[in-house]
Structures are given as C-alpha cells and as structure tokens.
C-alpha cells in the first residue's frame, strides 16, 4: 500500500487493506476464536479514520489483526501481529523528551509520537503478556511498552520480548533505540 499523507484511504486502498485483513482474520482464528467477521467489517466500515490507522499499522510491517472483543461497548481490539517487532518502526527511542535529550546520533523517531501520528496507543505490559498467550512474538527483536509515569519520570522505559519460552519485561533509559526494537500497536474499533 502506497503512503498517503491524508487520513483517508481512497476505495482502493480501503478494498485492499480490508481483503488483508479478512484474510489475516479467517487464518489466525486462534486469535479469536468465538468471533466472526462480518460483525468486525461493520464496525470497520462505520470507522473510517481507524481502518486509515490500521492501514498505517499494516503499511510499517504491524501485520494487525483482531485479539478480542469487548462486549460492552462493542468495541474489537487489533493489536500487531507480526512474528517480530514492526520493522517499519524499528530503532525508535521511547518518547519525545528523550529523542530530544540526545545530542548526538539521534534515532529518527520515538515510539510515543509515531504511535500518536498512527492513531494508535502501545501495548501495555499487560496487553503484551495477553498477546504472548496467542502466539510467539519478538523472538528475535523487542518491543516498547506503555511505561509507568513513575519509571518514566527516573529515566526509564519499559520494554518486552519472549525468550526461553518466558515473556520478559526490561527497562532501558528512555533515550536508548536498537535495529531490533520497535513498538507494538493496539486500536480499538
């Protein structure tokens, strides 16, 4: 799918990008096993500014897919699916304060504002362990996570992969960025 800088997608785009994802849907029904499709493009038809973000998450290598429904408010959860970090959202550091705080060799993005600018929020820790449940991601690469104010406020960032069969939390300085780190999306539809 070709970048556009409007947060529409043209029908094309849309067409595709729902065929992506209807087919992710239909070969990862472990990832939602009581639910159906046709529910889910409804809400996504009635979205439009979410189907651009997730479009946004598919376009940077997230591979999106549904992992849960909330019955209450109806709302579907799509979080990246890819086997490894987003390699579209690789080398970021955690936020803007710390891009800023680096003098030198700056990484080109920080996770917080890509994510902002993409419509979508970082797993939290939590979210991250659910989504280890459903699969085996990050086996090679790492993925920042939503980090309490408290560790942030110190310096820190949080971030996540699964190795020997075990989910791992880290904490890094908030200003560090690795080839192998990216960061992970939720959007709730």
Known sequence: MKPSNKKELSPEQRQELLGVLKTRFQNNMNRHKSLEWAPVLAKLDANAGKLWSLCEMEKTGGEPDVVGH??????YFFYDCSQESPKGRRSFCYDREALDSRKEHKP????????????VELLTEEEYRGLQKLGNF???TSSWVKTPP?????GGAL???????????????????YAGRAFRGSLRV
């Open 70 to 75: 909330d019955n209450r408010t109806g709302e």
């Open 159 to 177: 971030f996540c992969d699964r190795r020997f069969d075990m989910v791992f939390v880290y904490h890094n300085g908030a200003e560090s960025y």
């Open 108 to 119: 080109k993005n920080n996770a917080l504002d890509a994510a902002a600018a993409m419509g």
């Open 150 to 154: 408290a560790v942030r406020k110190l």
């Open 138 to 140: 990050d086996l090679k």
